[in-house]
């Protein structure tokens, strides 16, 4: 269109400003934004599209002008626009293109005056007003601008534009238009709207002749967050790969395409001291003023932190307080690996005065999480030895699990306290094979003095800790227990355990009497302890010591005892509470109670349930030998044959067996004179797997959604489910749920 001698701009004008940027091909269509932007009321004339370098803000801006029957004027800003008059003046010549503006504007900004701009704005906003078309004036690249006046020639631009004129501004800054926002006539496209959905990620892998399985396209939105550019680069990367997914899955930011561009586009544009901040500052995870300027030994990360979230420099706030960050997590990577190429030894101190300054806010996780990346093994093998039995309390056994595995037995074997804390714990969830790596790591360390848990030495700990696990058979333990009593005095914490392990190998081998003495001192010193596991172990071994000898009366007051202490300690899911449960079982069911001899016995299986296969050999098989006897007094043959099957199974494990296979023959006797062959469903003969898909019925989750969870097919969930229905005899999910809480298969 020709525009009249008065529309000249006062300056030489870059002709490519103002022309909107050519589609480069292999770009996919950004369908669900442009829907959004198209969809913008008429009542909004500022839209801010904002996100960080890479995220696609220009390229859907000019897809959005391509796509929409609106007329487009487009001003691509850079620092030169500081100069408001400038701006103007581009601005001016982008609308005119459009429809010829009245010539004042141009002759406005021809005069020599400071504040010409203010003069041709005034002209302009009346010109607009007199349009008849609906427009787009876009801004690119705003974040060029560093001056004020500029900056507030667009706020007063945008302020009188006329209803369906719209300013659409991309930027890589977060932009303060507060005076807009509180009217309700701007509206932001962010991180969120611009990162790239599941199928537009699906979209360009298969573009690009990568396939796109649902693994490979999961995973690559996850490790990128959905950031259009990494995507895009990560598919660059993966597309030559046997395995696309496999290769997602070990991108990192470190990856040659995702160093050079961050080099390239986000750090050469940075000062010196921005970048040293970032280096520093990558592998902390999570950000917060105080904790930077720990690690920096500086002041001021909170206004840098704030100022690096306003830039989008891919520092994403976690509050609305401004007062925790993250970097993306690609970003992150690529930090670091610049910070380990540029400051060799610099990553380890950072995340040892990161668990320094999380231990002194009592941040205990954090603390011990950074002692571990750091490579600090030794103080991490004390931070959570000395707070272990906290986590376990909060039922966090599986972060004390990753924690030692990242250990390893090395790290074990350096700190064997903590050896032997680990196999304490580990033990008492019924994981044999961890506890005896960790009792191993004991055995290979050296430690001078008492250990922190009050044994008295080193060899003490690991002598009681082999009796109580009796892992080499009843033989051994009986050596280990004997050995355990005379490291440790009676004054010890630890000598009721060691009495404990003694007087049930005693009557593992038979030797009754003497066994009866040893556990009533287990039960009467150990009954204080914290927990009481000791006491509860002893008085369950008397208990059923009691009904061997047909003294029920002492087998009721030991297996009542032994419940109470249980409860009142709030260790029911311990591995030798078993013991106490059933010692009440096999008590309540020779008085007749099916009632109580059932919940015992159900919860002794939960229990079970909750614990690896792999489970402590003499202890296993005296719980199934217990059970067995116990379901024959309630005449339930089918469950008991189940139990006396699963000791045999146990007792393969042990080396020596003292009495215990005896004991099962004096059970499988029983089988022929009381016609244990009666095949009646049993509630109580629900298999391993059975009674996992038990433990979840309760919840919302679907038959498919419990296979997912149990890693198992929803097909062989709905078989399990008809298998526990019939020994059940329940018709509905909702009634087998009610029957395995009322016999302790589930909890209340």
Not at 455 to 473: F, I, N, Q
Not at 706 to 728: F, P
């Amino acid at each position: 269109m020709m525009r009249n001698r008065h529309s000249e701009p006062p300056f030489a004008v870059v002709e490519a400003k103002i022309q909107r940027p050519v589609h480069r091909e292999g770009l996919i269509a950004r369908t669900r934004l442009l829907e959004a932007l198209a969809a913008t009321p008429e009542r909004i004339t500022l839209i801010l599209v904002t996100a960080p370098a890479g995220y696609g803000k220009t390229i859907a801006l000019s897809q959005w002008a391509t796509e929409d029957t609106r007329e487009f004027a487009w001003v691509t800003v850079d620092e030169a626009d500081g100069d408001p008059v400038r701006l103007a003046g581009h601005v001016a010549l982008a609308l005119d293109r459009i429809q010829p503006l009245d010539p004042a504007v141009f002759r406005a900004l021809a005069v020599g005056e400071g504040s010409r701009h203010l003069t041709a704005l005034g002209h302009l906003l009346m010109s607009l007003r007199n349009w008849n078309r609906r427009a787009v004036l876009v801004l690119d690249d705003v974040h060029e601008l560093r001056d004020v006046g500029a900056m507030n020639f667009i706020r007063v631009l945008a302020a009188g534009l006329p209803a369906g004129f719209h300013v659409a501004i991309g930027s890589r800054l977060r932009l303060g238009f507060g005076r807009l926002r509180s009217e309700d006539r701007c509206v932001e496209f962010g991180v969120e709207s611009l990162a790239f959905t599941t199928e537009e990620v699906r979209a360009i892998l298969t573009r690009a002749g990568v396939d796109a399985s649902d693994d490979t396209v999961g995973t690559l939105v996850q490790r990128t967050e959905g950031w259009p550019a990494g995507v895009y680069l990560a598919t660059r990367a993966i597309r030559t790969a046997s395995d696309p997914a496999v290769a997602a899955r070990r991108l990192t930011g470190d990856d040659p395409y995702i160093v050079d561009y961050f080099r390239e586009e986000f750090l050469v544009h940075e000062s010196p001291d921005t970048v040293q901040f970032l280096l520093r500052t990558a592998p902390l995870g999570q950000m917060s003023g105080a904790l930077c300027d720990h690690v920096l030994g500086g002041r001021g990360s909170a206004v840098r932190l704030a100022e690096a979230a306003r830039r989008n420099l891919f520092v994403v706030p976690l509050d609305r307080r401004g007062e925790w960050y993250r970097y993306h997590s690609l970003v992150a990577e690529m930090l670091r690996s610049e910070l380990r190429r540029r400051e060799p030894g610099e990553e380890s101190r950072v995340h040892r005065r990161a668990a320094d300054w999380y231990e002194q806010q009592g941040q205990l996780e954090n603390a011990i999480e950074h002692r571990l990346t750091g490579g600090d093994t030794l103080a991490a093998a004390r931070l959570i030895n000395r707070h272990a039995p906290d986590f376990v309390a909060a039922g966090r056994l599986q972060t004390i699990r990753r924690w030692l595995e990242a250990l390893g037995e090395d790290g074990l074997a350096s700190y064997p306290p903590l050896a032997i804390t680990a196999a304490w714990t580990l033990a008492l969830i019924g994981d044999m094979p961890g506890a005896q790596r960790c009792l191993h790591a004991a055995e290979r360390g050296s430690f001078d003095g008492p250990l922190p848990d009050g044994s008295s030495s080193l060899a003490s700990a690991v002598t009681v800790l082999r009796a109580s696990l009796g892992a080499l058979g009843v033989d051994q333990m009986l050596l280990d227990a004997q050995a355990a009593t005379k490291y440790e005095p009676p004054g010890s914490p630890w000598f009721p355990a060691a009495m404990a392990a003694l007087g049930i190998a005693h009557a593992l081998k038979g030797a009754a009497d003497v066994a009866v003495k040893e556990l009533g001192l287990a039960a009467r010193l150990g009954a204080e302890g914290r927990p009481p596991t000791a006491a509860v172990g002893a008085l369950a071994e008397l208990s059923l010591l009691a009904a061997d000898r047909d003294d029920w009366p002492g087998a009721e007051d030991k297996a009542g005892q032994a419940v109470n202490l249980i409860e009142t300690a709030g260790i029911e899911e311990h591995l030798f509470s078993i013991l106490g449960y059933v010692a009440a079982a096999r008590v309540a069911a020779h008085q007749g109670n099916q009632v109580a001899a059932r919940r015992y016995a159900g919860t002794v299986l939960r229990i079970n349930t909750t614990l690896l296969p792999a489970v402590i050999p003499w202890l296993s098989t005296q719980v199934a030998i217990t059970l067995a006897e116990t379901f024959l007094e309630l005449g339930d043959f089918v469950a008991a044959r189940f139990q006396a099957e699963e000791a045999g199974r146990q007792l393969d494990g042990l080396l020596t067996e003292g009495t215990l296979r005896q004991q099962l023959s004096r059970v499988l006797a029983r089988f022929v004179t009381d016609g244990g062959q009666v095949p009646v469903p049993s509630a109580m003969a629900l298999t391993r797997a059975e009674m996992r898909v038990l433990q979840l019925l309760p919840t919302h989750l679907s038959l498919g959604q419990i296979g997912a969870e149990l890693y198992i097919s929803r097909n062989t969930v709905k078989a399990h489910l008809v298998s526990i229905r019939r020994k059940l005899q329940c018709s509905s999910r909702n009634d087998v749920v009610a029957r395995g809480r009322d016999l302790g298969l589930l909890r209340p």
